[in-house]
C-alpha cells in the first residue's frame, strides 16, 4: 500500500520540480532579502544579532505552511462536526483528571486571577488536548515562511517571528522548545509569541514562564488572559436556549441587546425557568432550527482567545460538562449526527478493513480519511461528502 503510494506520487513532485526551477532562484532571493528586512526591524528593537542569526540559520520557506494557511477547520467544518471532536466524553474524562492532579496550580490561579478552574482547564483541553497537541512547526521557519512568502497578513507574521526572537533572547525558553501551529501559536496554552511576551506569567515560581514544559505556568498565563480579556469572576458565560420556530432574526451571531429583548422575541430558556443574567446578551445561533445561546461578557472573554464563535462555544460548553452541567441538549439541523473521536477512530479503522489508506486511526480527519470517507459513500449510493459522520459509521458498522 504504502510502495503503491509512493509510485502514484512521484510524477507530482517532478512536475512541480519542472515548473518551479525558473523561478527557484529569485524566490530565494526574494526570502532571504525579506528575512533581511526583518532581521533589521528585530535589531532595531534590542534583539542581539546572533540571537536572530542562530534561530534563522538554514531556514528555508516551507510551502506546507501557506497550505495550512488556506486550510483552517473552524471556518470550513460544519460546527456540529466541530463541537462533536472537542466536546466529548473523552475531553469531558481527561479534563476531570486534570482537575484532580492539577488542583493546587488550579486553586493558585483563581485566587490570583480570578478565573475558576473549569475555564481554564476547558481552555486547555481545546487549545492543545491538555498539552498532547501543540503543533510540530519549527516557529523561525513557520513564521519566517508566513511573514515573506503568504499572499495575506505577512505584517502580522513578521511581528510575530521578531516577538519569538524576543522571547528566545529573554530565556524564558529555548529555541528547540519553540515548536507550535503553522500560525505560531504553541505551548500547552498555544498563544502566539506576541501574546506570550503580553500575558505569559510564572506559575510555578521559579522566575522563568515557561508555556511548554511547566503546567502550572500554562494555567496561571490561560487565567491571566482570560482575566485581562474581561473575564468576570462568578459569572455566567450564558446558558443554551430555544429559538422559536418563527424566528426571523439572522443566523450567526447577534449584536448584544437587553436579555428582556430576548425573551419578548420568543426565546426560551432550555430546561425550563426565565431568561436571567440580567443586562446585556448576545445571542449565538449557529443554524437556523438549531440550538443557540444567550452569551455574557465571559463568552466573549474565550472568543478573544481565537476568534470564531464554534472555538468560544467548544470552550464554553467543555467547561460547563467539566461543573458537571450538560451539554449540547437541543439537536443540530441535520440527518447525518456529529462523531466523537472515539467514533472517529473506529470509522477510520473501518475504512482499514475495507482497504483504505488513512494512516494510523487517530481519530484526526485529513485528507486521506475524507478522501476514503467519500469513496464509501459513492459506493453506497449516498451523496459524498468527506464527513465523519454518524450515517456513514452506522452503515459501514453493520456492514454495508
Ligand atoms: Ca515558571
Not at 9 to 35: E, H, I, K, N, R
Not at 225 to 239: E, I, L, N, R, V
Not at 366 to 379: C, K, M, T, V
Request: charge should be positive; aromatic fraction near 8%.
Amino acid at each position: 500500500m504504502f510502495h503503491h503510494r509512493l509510485m502514484a506520487a512521484l510524477p507530482v513532485p517532478a512536475l512541480a520540480l519542472a515548473l518551479s526551477l525558473a523561478t527557484a532562484a529569485p524566490a530565494q532571493a526574494d526570502f532571504g532579502s525579506c528575512v533581511a528586512g526583518i532581521r533589521a526591524s528585530a535589531l532595531s528593537q534590542g534583539v542581539s544579532a546572533s540571537v536572530f542569526d542562530r534561530a534563522m540559520a538554514g531556514v528555508t520557506p516551507d510551502p506546507k505552511v501557506i497550505e495550512a494557511m488556506n486550510n483552517q477547520p473552524e471556518f470550513r467544518t460544519p460546527i456540529w462536526d466541530y463541537l462533536g471532536a472537542l466536546v466529548d466524553e473523552e475531553r469531558v474524562q481527561e479534563g476531570r483528571q486534570m482537575l484532580r492532579t492539577h488542583a493546587a496550580a488550579l486553586a493558585s490561579a483563581e485566587a490570583r486571577y480570578g478565573v475558576d478552574r473549569h475555564t481554564i482547564v476547558a481552555v486547555w483541553g481545546v487549545e492543545s488536548n491538555y498539552g498532547k497537541v501543540r503543533g510540530r512547526w519549527s516557529l523561525p521557519q513557520a513564521l519566517s515562511t508566513a511573514a515573506c512568502t503568504a499572499s495575506r497578513r505577512r505584517e502580522f507574521f513578521r511581528g510575530e517571528l521578531i516577538a519569538t526572537m524576543k522571547i528566545i533572547q529573554r530565556g524564558d525558553l529555548r529555541q528547540e522548545q519553540l515548536m507550535g501551529s503553522w500560525a505560531g501559536a504553541f505551548g500547552h496554552t498555544q498563544f502566539i509569541p506576541t501574546t506570550y511576551l503580553r500575558l505569559a506569567v510564572d506559575g510555578d515560581g521559579d522566575g522563568r514562564r515557561d508555556l511548554v514544559d511547566s503546567i502550572p505556568d500554562a494555567l496561571h498565563s490561560t487565567a491571566n488572559f482570560m482575566a485581562k480579556a474581561g473575564f468576570q469572576t462568578g459569572a455566567s458565560w450564558g446558558y443554551e436556549v430555544d429559538v422559536p420556530s418563527g424566528y426571523a432574526g439572522p443566523v450567526g451571531r447577534t449584536a448584544r441587546a437587553p436579555v428582556s429583548s430576548w425573551a419578548a422575541r420568543g426565546i426560551t430558556r432550555v430546561g425550563g425557568g426565565a431568561l436571567g443574567g440580567g443586562g446585556n446578551a448576545g445571542l449565538v445561533y449557529p443554524a437556523r432550527g438549531g440550538p443557540a445561546w444567550i452569551v455574557f461578557k465571559n463568552y466573549d472573554a474565550a472568543f478573544s482567545y481565537n476568534g470564531a464563535d464554534s472555538y468560544a462555544l467548544a470552550i464554553s460548553i467543555l467547561s460547563d460538562r467539566l461543573r458537571g452541567r450538560p451539554g449540547v441538549q437541543q439537536a443540530w439541523p441535520t440527518d447525518d449526527p456529529p462523531t466523537s473521536r472515539e467514533e472517529r477512530r473506529e470509522l477510520q479503522r473501518l475504512l482499514i478493513a475495507r482497504g483504505h489508506d488513512v494512516g494510523e486511526p487517530t481519530g484526526g480527519i485529513g485528507p486521506l480519511s475524507r478522501a476514503a470517507i467519500s469513496a464509501e459513500e459513492r459506493r453506497l449510493g449516498m451523496t459524498p461528502t468527506g464527513r465523519a459522520g454518524g450515517k456513514i459509521l452506522q452503515a459501514l458498522r453493520a456492514g454495508r
